[in-house]
Nanobody, 123 residues
Framework: VQLQASGGGLVQAGDSLKLSCVAS????????MGWFRRAPGKEREFVAT????????EYSESVKSRFAVSRMNAKNTVYLHLFNLKPEDTAAYYC?????????????????WGQGTQVTVSS
């Protein structure tokens, strides 16, 4: 499975973005999906995950009230909507697919990773 993430960019604090991740598989509905991010000089961290049919969803505490994950199985796509962005959200954002259909917040559970899309938030 190949994952192609897109939608990143340079924005100002308070702005919004929508990240997309398209999977190259006919069985996209078999996978839980996740978003992770890595900021410069920091380890990769969990952002959000979504189950095979859109439920359940789970978020990290730092983004819980500002980000929203969704998916459209008919388009093999998972989305991450980022609202009220902060400079500390600056990172490369990665989508990932797991055989765990409910998704997971553990990166070790993921079987496939996309290449990342950069989000930079200026103050």
């Amino acid at each position: 499975v190949q994952l192609q993430a897109s939608g990143g960019g340079l924005v100002q604090a308070g702005d919004s973005l929508k990240l997309s991740c398209v999977a190259s598989t006919r069985t996209f509905f078999n996978y839980g999906m996740g978003w992770f991010r890595r900021a410069p000089g920091k380890e990769r961290e969990f952002v959000a995950t979504i189950g095979w049919n859109g439920q359940p969803t789970e978020y990290s505490e730092s983004v819980k009230s500002r980000f929203a994950v969704s998916r459209m199985n008919a388009k093999n796509t998972v989305y991450l909507h980022l609202f009220n962005l902060k400079p500390e959200d600056t990172a490369a954002y990665y989508c990932a697919a797991t055989f765990l259909v409910a998704g997971s917040h553990n990166d070790v559970d993921y079987n496939y990773w996309g290449q990342g899309t950069q989000v930079t938030v200026s103050s």
